[in-house]
T-cell receptor, first 115, second 118 residues
Framework: ETGVTQSPTHLIKTRGQQVTLRCSSQ?????VSWYQQALGQGPQFIFQ???????GRGNFPPRFSGLQFPNYSSELNVNALELDDSALYLC??????????????FGSGTRLTVV | AQTVTQSQPEMSVQEAETVTLSCTYD???????LFWYKQPPSRQMILVIR??????QNATENRFSVNFQKAAKSFSLKISDSQLGDAAMYFC???????????????FGKGTKLSVKP
């Protein structure tokens, strides 16, 4: 049973629209990261939040933004959707007592299709 | 910038046999972690095995083991006694050792699709 839940599982949006993807981490997991996985590729780091503040960002434009809430949930928002934004979006979390060595717990992702 | 390369897009193995998946990486750091993740059709990334760069001893987890060659920047995964449930995408990942409040993100390779034949 996964400790990270993502919703929705699938989503279809039109180019130019805005989308919000949601992630619920298990209690105590105060670090959350979001990754974009295009078809046939490995996941690419979008950004990371630690205690509700962004503390790391990959090579993604500002129209990708996020929020982390005190209840260990988080959001990924994408504005002005482009066709290339079609991908699997993965949320991953880690608790305060987990060292870097233990990696992240991943959710099953949201499959976003932009048409 | 750190990069991770998996040169085998697809691999196939007979059930009960052994298969090795290759991974090389590029970094100028001396302290880091390496991981192998499995992604079945359910899409969830599952941690298979992990290795600390400062440890010379290769990590082992049941049927899974790694061959870590730090000087060559190579980190291969060996799966022994392959089972049908091992069929999945396998991703090699690198994580820098960060100090302070932030925790380093994962850098993934493009993956290797493993098929297991009965």
């Amino acid at each position: 049973e996964t400790g990270v839940t993502q919703s929705p599982t699938h989503l279809i949006k039109t180019r130019g629209q805005q989308v919000t993807l949601r992630c619920s981490s298990q209690s105590g997991h105060n670090t959350v990261s979001w990754y974009q996985q295009a078809l046939g590729q490995g996941p690419q780091f979008i950004f990371q939040y630690y205690r509700e503040e962004e503390n790391g960002r990959g090579n993604f434009p500002p129209r990708f933004s996020g929020l982390q809430f005190p209840n260990y949930s988080s959001e990924l928002n994408v504005n002005a959707l482009e066709l290339d934004d079609s991908a699997l979006y993965l949320c991953a979390s880690q608790g305060p007592d987990g060292s870097l060595f233990y990696g992240y717990t991943f959710g099953s992702g949201t499959r976003l299709t932009v048409v | 910038a750190q990069t991770v390369t998996q040169s085998q897009p697809e691999m196939s193995v007979q059930e009960a046999e052994t298969v090795t998946l290759s991974c090389t990486y590029d970094t100028s750091e001396s302290d880091y972690y390496l991981f192998w993740y499995k992604q079945p059709p359910s899409r969830q990334m599952i941690l298979v095995i992990r290795q600390e760069a400062y440890k010379q001893q290769n990590a082992t987890e049941n049927r899974f083991s790694v061959n870590f060659q730090k000087a060559a920047k190579s980190f291969s995964l060996k799966i022994s006694d392959s089972q049908l449930g091992d069929a999945a995408m396998y991703f090699c990942a690198y994580r820098i050792l960060n100090y302070g409040g932030s925790q380093g993100n994962l850098i993934f390779g493009k993956g290797t699709k493993l098929s297991v034949k009965p």
